[in-house]
């Protein structure tokens, strides 16, 4: 149990574009979902924490106009990179809070996606 | 803020051998302290956990110990194995504003090589 999958694993695109990334909670339902951002050989940094069904909290310097995140079922959040510019090329990872009446705190990752900005 | 240092950095050990990685944490309301094991492009995998209220949780090779005093907590594992090499992570919660939800604050990782 406790599975998440994130599509796509990799993704390319021009600057400018925009991409989207699906964060899928697979055997359970996720009331909090979790976005991080990790360049390489860093640690995880949290970029904001999505609650089915209202706003998502960004943590301070990350532009919540820039990273759209929509979590508008118990099981999938989505995070879009509006016109993506070569610095916003990084491994981003969701992950999601199991519920309160399994385990307390327990957060569980998805496999990441890889965005590369030309 | 709150902030979660880790060490080593690096750690190279003889397979067979025990190692150990050692966290510190700032907040002292921090009730959940997990680790994780995050091999070359994947995400982080859960490996264990500590809760507050307990001092010590052993699964198979993997150890966790919490010093709440001492704000301290350390991952061991015994018997080596070329498997466990990877870079592993340590957490602790920090309560949101919502009262309701925590977030995870990272260590800087660790990258465990394990020599056959």
């Known amino acids: 149990g406790a599975v998440v999958s994130q599509h796509p694993s990799r993704v390319i695109c021009k600057s400018g574009t925009s991409v989207k990334i699906e964060c899928r909670s697979l055997?359970?339902?996720?009331?909090?979902m979790f976005w991080y951002r990790q360049f390489p050989k860093q640690s995880l940094m949290l970029m904001a924490t999505?609650?089915?069904?209202?706003?998502?909290?960004?943590e301070q310097g990350v532009e919540k106009d820039k990273f759209l995140i929509n979590h508008a079922s118990l099981t999938l959040s989505t995070l879009t990179v509006t016109s993506a510019h070569p610095e916003d090329s990084s491994f981003y990872i969701c992950?999601?809070?199991?519920?309160?009446?399994?385990?307390?705190?327990?957060?569980?990752f998805g496999p990441g996606t890889r965005l590369t900005v030309l | 803020g709150e902030n979660v240092e880790q060490h080593p950095s690096t750690l190279s050990v003889q397979e067979g051998d025990s190692a150990v990685i050692k966290c510190t944490y700032s907040?002292?309301?921090?009730?959940?302290f997990p680790w994780y094991k995050q091999e070359l492009g994947k995400g982080p995998q859960l490996i264990i956990d500590?809760?507050?209220?307990?001092g010590e949780k052993k699964d198979q090779r993997i150890a966790v110990t919490l010093n709440k005093t001492a704000k301290h907590f350390s991952l061991h594992i015994t018997e080596t194995q070329p498997e466990d090499s990877a870079v592993y992570f340590c957490a602790a919660s920090m309560r949101l504003s919502d009262g309701a939800t925590n977030k995870l604050i990272f260590g800087t990782g660790t990258l465990l090589a394990v020599q056959p």
């Open positions: 055997d359970f339902q996720a009331t909090t």
């Open positions: 500590i809760r507050s209220n307990v």
């Open positions: 992950s999601a809070r199991v519920p309160v009446t399994w385990t307390y705190n327990e957060q569980f």
């Open positions: 907040d002292s309301a921090s009730n959940y």
């Open positions: 999505s609650n089915e069904g209202s706003k998502a909290t960004y």
